[in-house]
């Protein structure tokens, strides 16, 4: 028996024994995990086998072999999500609870090698039938990273969700309703004025309704003019999702507009000193409901399920910004937040910001909605007055 230090300084047990004539080595264990006194019994208990005629490193490899295969979806599962750390802790149990709710009551207790393709799909076909078909996708994905995981640490030889694909119905795309443009002028002189202010901020900004329900105070840059939506949130214990930030994980900076910023000092003489822009109408530590901006509409007369929603306001400034000619599709996808699916794209918009361009663009916008308060203007009807006054 020997102390083998390697040159990154680890130190292992080996004990040199033979077999049928042929020199073997046997690992013990790394120290000081494994003592002296501990490597000389397991090193004891290696050369009864020998002189059994046993190979007590062929053995070690068997028990490893059965260990690994004592181990069940639920073990692998938790294994892999303690692992996972790409995403925020609020996400993480997120996963867990869907593992939990949806996979581990069929699979949890199956030994991991044992699993095949049928029983993943027998699993989650149960999902998509009840006809959760975002959480039947997401699922999925977890599965396969999963036994991706399993194979990585040598548990199974190959991956049995890779099987899945094109097994389930897709998500279908949600496409809000987006007022036509036409109708502005009755959709902003409409409303109780203490409505109005987040309606008229959703219209200016375009922003997530969760990026506007959960906006503070503290977000908002006067001197630069700029409102500056990090990508997560300081959580409020007594607020559910407060922590949620920008959509796509990263900061979102929105320039104020003129009108922008006179709506906000009306609303800051209102809740400048609470935490939340806008909080909850019955209690003030609290920020407003995620069905605000559309029960204001419904009071109006919208129907937001054909007419307008909060969320379709984004839909009419992308198409009305493109419709105008005036700006960059760049300009214009950086002020949506949407997420660059070319990664060469990705960075090269991430480091140009666009944002001389995007404060230029959403006073553009403000000055618009203006303008249609009175009379409708088509974009490009806008754009062409401004081009002839230029």
């Not at 409409?190 to 959960?214: C, D, N, P, Q």
């Not at 409020?236 to 929105?254: L, N, P, Y």
Request: with cysteine.
């Amino acid at each position: 028996m020997y102390l083998l230090i390697k040159p990154n300084g680890s130190k292992l047990w080996y004990m040199k024994y033979r077999i049928d004539g042929k020199e073997k080595k046997l690992a013990l264990g790394p120290y000081p995990d494994v003592s002296l006194l501990k490597a000389r019994q397991f090193r004891d208990a290696a050369r009864s086998k020998v002189r059994e005629g046993a190979d007590p490193a062929v053995d070690k490899k068997i028990a490893q072999q059965k260990k690994k295969n004592r181990q069940t979806f639920r073990q692998i599962a938790m294994n892999w999500h303690a692992d996972h750390r790409r995403c925020s802790a609020h996400y993480a149990t997120t996963i867990q609870r869907r593992l939990e709710r949806y996979m581990f009551s069929d699979l949890g207790d199956k030994y991991i090698h044992q699993i095949v393709t049928k029983d993943l799909l027998f699993t989650l076909r149960k999902v998509e039938n009840k006809g959760f078909l975002e959480i039947t996708a997401m699922l999925k994905n977890y599965v396969t990273e999963i036994m991706r995981y399993a194979v990585k640490k040598q548990f199974i030889k190959s991956n049995p969700a890779l099987d899945l694909d094109g097994e389930f119905t897709p998500p279908g795309t949600q496409h809000y309703p987006a007022l036509p443009l036409e109708k502005l002028p009755e959709l902003l002189s409409s409303g109780r004025l203490l409505t109005r202010y987040a309606l008229k901020l959703s219209l200016l900004f375009f922003v997530r309704s969760s990026e506007l329900r959960f906006a503070r105070w503290s977000e908002i840059d006067w001197r630069q003019k700029l409102w500056i939506i990090p990508e997560e949130r300081e959580q409020i214990e007594s607020v559910r999702f407060s922590h949620r930030g920008a959509k796509m994980k990263t900061q979102h900076i929105v320039p104020l507009s003129v009108q922008a910023i006179a709506i906000l000092k009306q609303t800051e003489a209102l809740s400048g000193h609470l935490t939340f822009i806008f909080p909850g109408e019955y209690d003030q530590d609290k920020c407003m409901s995620d069905n605000t901006i559309n029960k204001a509409l419904r009071v109006m007369g919208y129907d937001t399920k054909k007419e307008v929603c909060g969320h379709g306001f984004r839909a009419m400034a992308c198409s009305a910004l493109s419709e105008s000619r005036l700006w960059s599709k760049q300009a214009i996808e950086k002020q949506m937040s949407h997420q660059e699916r070319n990664s060469v794209g990705a960075a090269y918009i991430h480091k140009a910001e666009y944002l001389e361009e995007r404060i230029s663009m959403m006073q553009w916008w403000a000055d618009y909605l203006d303008v249609n308060t009175e009379r409708y203007l088509s974009p490009y009807q806008y754009a062409g007055h401004e081009r002839e006054a230029s």
